[in-house]
C-alpha cells in the first residue's frame, strides 16, 4: 500500500519544532512493509487543509495524518478529515468517559472545559484509536478504498497511538504487507563522487535490492533496501550486495548500520589492549563526548583535556611557546605537540588532538574558518592531518570531532 503523510500545524511551517513525527512514522511503516511515498506538511487553515488532504487521498492509498485532535478552535484536522471522507462527526459518550478519566486521574484539581467534549468528536464509521498517553484519541477510517487515519500530534502521544492501536489495526485490517529491509554502511574519508565511480556499475544495474548515497555531517552512508514478504526474506536480498560493495570498497567502510565511529574505534583498542586520549581545543571537549557515548569506554579511554586557550596548552600539554608564537596556535606543529602532549599526560598508548578555527569569525585568507588540524601521537611516532570543513561553528566542530575519532582509529588499524 502507498502511504501519504500529512504533518498539520503552523509551528512546523514556521519552524519553532522539528517534524520528528514523519520520521518515526516513515521508520516504522517501512519495517511493516508499507512504502512511504509522500511527507506533506500544511498550516492550521481548513482550505489549504482540505486541499492538502484530497490531493493526498487522491495519490496514496492511506494517508495518517498528525496534530490537530486537540480541544481548540485551531485543532481542526479531524473536522476537514470528516468533511473530506464524507462521514460527518459524531458525539461518542464512551470517548468522552475516557478523556473525563484520564484528565481526572493526572489532574484532579482541575475542571473539565465544554471544548474538551470536540475530542469525543468522531467521523462516522471510524475506529477510535485509544491514547493513554493524552487526552485526544486517534481515529481511522476505512471507506471507499480509501484510509485516512489521524494520530495526535504530540510525539509522545503519536508514537504511543502508533504502537499500541493503529498497528494491531492495520494487521487487522490488511494482514501482513510484507518487511522493508535496509542496512547502512558508513564512509568516513571518501567523497559520494568517488564512491560512486567506484561503484558504478552496481548503481545502475539495480533493482531488488536498491542502494542510495547520503552525505552525511562527517561520513557518507550507503543505504541498501530490499522488500520480501518476511524480514528474514528481506535480509536475504540485501545481504549479496553488501558483500558486492565490501569487497569493492574494502577497509573503507568502517561502520554498519546506525553503530558510530567511536564505537568501532572501541573494539579495535580493546582488541589490540591499547588506551586512548584527547587533547581538544576547537572540538571543546566533543572528541572525549563522542568517545564515551559507548558504554564500556572507560576500560581504554583515559580523558581529554580541553585546552582553548595557548596559555593552557602550554601549562598542561606542554607545547613549547615559541611553537605557538611562531607557528600559532592552529598549525601543524602545534597539532602535533598537543596530541603528544595528551600522551605523555594521559599516560596512554595513543593520543589524538584537534585545533582549528571553527568561526563564524577569526578566518582569515591562509587560515580560512573551518580549518582544523588534527594530530595523533603513539609508540610509530606522531602525524598530523588537515582538513577545512564547511558548515556553521556546530557541524564544523561535529565534522572535526568525528574526523578526529577516524584519525585515531585509522591510526590503531594501520600502525600498531
Not at 238 to 263: N, S
Not at 274 to 300: F, K, N, P, Q, R
Request: net charge negative; with cysteine; charged share 25%.
Amino acid at each position: 500500500m502507498l502511504v501519504e503523510l500529512v504533518t498539520t500545524g503552523s509551528e512546523l511551517l514556521l519552524g519553532e519544532i522539528s517534524n520528528v513525527d514523519v520520521q518515526y512514522l516513515s521508520q516504522q511503516l517501512n519495517t511493516m512493509g508499507y512504502s512511504v511515498i509522500y511527507h506533506t506538511t500544511v498550516g492550521d487553515n481548513p482550505q489549504r487543509m482540505k486541499q492538502v488532504l484530497e490531493t493526498a487521498l487522491g495519490r496514496a492509498d492511506m494517508v495518517i495524518t498528525t496534530g490537530g485532535l486537540g480541544p481548540t478552535q485551531g485543532d481542526m484536522t479531524k473536522i476537514i478529515g470528516a468533511e473530506v471522507m464524507d462521514a460527518p462527526l459524531e458525539f461518542r459518550e464512551d470517548v468522552m468517559e475516557g478523556v473525563v478519566a484520564w484528565i481526572k486521574l493526572r489532574h484532579p484539581e482541575r475542571d473539565l472545559t465544554e471544548n474538551q467534549r470536540r475530542q469525543a468528536m468522531i467521523p462516522k464509521g471510524a475506529d477510535v484509536l485509544t491514547n493513554e498517553a493524552g487526552t485526544a484519541p486517534g481515529t481511522a477510517l476505512y471507506k471507499s478504498g480509501k484510509v485516512l487515519i489521524h494520530l495526535p500530534g504530540p510525539p509522545s502521544e503519536m508514537k504511543w497511538v502508533f504502537d499500541h492501536s493503529v498497528k494491531p489495526w492495520l494487521y487487522e485490517r490488511f494482514g501482513s504487507q510484507g518487511y522493508i529491509y535496509s542496512s547502512y554502511m558508513r564512509i568516513y574519508d571518501m567523497g559520494e563522487a568517488r564512491i560512486e565511480e567506484t561503484i558504478m556499475d552496481l548503481v545502475k544495474n539495480q533493482s531488488e535490492p536498491t542502494l542510495a548515497m547520503y552525505a552525511r555531517i562527517g561520513y557518507v552512508e550507503i543505504r541498501i533496501t530490499a522488500k520480501g514478504e518476511t524480514k528474514e526474506a528481506a535480509q536475504n536480498l540485501v545481504e549479496p550486495m553488501k558483500e558486492k560493495l565490501a569487497e569493492r570498497l574494502g577497509d573503507v567502510i568502517i561502520t554498519y548500520d546506525d553503530e558510530p565511529i567511536a564505537a568501532a574505534l572501541g573494539r579495535t583498542a580493546r582488541k589490540k589492549g591499547l588506551t586512548v586520549s584527547a587533547a581538544e581545543s576547537c572540538t571543546g571537549g566533543l572528541v572525549g563526548s563522542y568517545i564515551t557515548d559507548i558504554a564500556g569506554s572507560s576500560a581504554y579511554f583515559l580523558g581529554s583535556a580541553g585546552t582553548y586557550q595557548d596559555e593552557i596548552k602550554a601549562k598542561l600539554l606542554g607545547v613549547p611557546e615559541k611553537t605557538l608564537q611562531t607557528y600559532t596556535a592552529v598549525s601543524e606543529e602545534t597539532a602535533a605537540a598537543m596530541a603528544e602532549g595528551s600522551r605523555a599526560l594521559y599516560g596512554s598508548d595513543v593520543a589524538v588532538s584537534t585545533t582549528g578555527i571553527a568561526g563564524p569569525d577569526g578566518g582569515t585568507d591562509e587560515q580560512p574558518v573551518g580549518l582544523v588540524y588534527f594530530g595523533v601521537a603513539g609508540p610509530k611516532g606522531t602525524v598530523v592531518y588537515k582538513s577545512v570543513f564547511p558548515g556553521d561553528r556546530k557541524e564544523v566542530k561535529e565534522r572535526a570531532a568525528t574526523k578526529a575519532v577516524y584519525h585515531l582509529l585509522q591510526y590503531m588499524r594501520e600502525r600498531l
